[in-house]
């Protein structure tokens, strides 16, 4: 056990571009970054050589798959956020036999039909997938709710099956997005339960393993999110905020005792008007004491 030091070229705190292209390449780089060093030069990274191998590749994500992390694995461009020449680049360079996750309006129709002249299978919901028979599938949508451990349990199925896996090995890339999403938000209870989803996402990953031998897995994370930090800001002196720290009163598992009502939407919108009409409809003026008081 140890530590990683997250700080990317530009910054103490890296952002996932850089981290991801850290991990992938293993050079740090420039915040935004995805795959590229210092001088915006491309760096092949560990996908694309497990490709160049004649490994089967793939990566599961509860992101975009345009979105950093993904992206620094497959792809290289300058900056982050320029989504749809990452889209382009998945498209043309073809390093990817499955892809799932979301970004679907990055991907436009005649990318989706290169994908399919080439073999690949999109599916479009969540029976989409279960009933794929082929590995090479790209998701055309954000599967909402999708429990994240069946879309590996599916992958890892065809895995098994497959003869060039079989003979070659294969490397995927796996990422549980939106605890980094709830971290930004500062969401604790959003973040327990992506943690948790991606925890039970280990327990297939290594349940397959031990049906594979000398196949291995690492799991890591890139970087802390949601204020956390000794700093933040892209420059000295960084911006800090103690107090904050001062105002939390309720631990994760606190909070979840206090969550046994469930609504439907519908409940929510109701609570939400009267709250409004009771912002909005005249009060009715307090009286005035006939004598002065004095609240202590």
Known sequence: MGTVQTHSSTSYITDSAAAATAYATGF????????????????????????????VTGMIVTCRVTHATPASFATHVIDRDSEDDIAAQYVANKNLDFLLGG???????????DLTANGYTLAGNYQDLVDSTRLRTQTRERFAYLDFSTRITCRMNLLRKNEQAKKHGYFIMIEGSRVDHAGHSNDPGTMAKEAIAFDESVAVVLNHLEQSPNTGMLSAADHGTGGLTLGRGPAY????????????NMSTEAMQEQLDGVLEGSDCGDGANETCKARCLPRPRPSLPTTPTLQL
Do not use: C
């Not at 970004?103 to 039909?113: A, I, P, R, V």
């Open 28 to 55: 740090k780089t420039y915040d935004s970054a995805i795959a590229v060093d210092t001088y915006e030069q491309p760096l092949g990274t560990v996908l694309e050589a497990a490709k160049a191998r004649g490994m």
């Open 237 to 248: 002196p960084y911006a800090w905020y103690p107090t904050e720290l001062q105002l939390q």
């Open 103 to 113: 970004g679907k309006k990055h991907f436009n129709d005649s990318m989706l039909q």
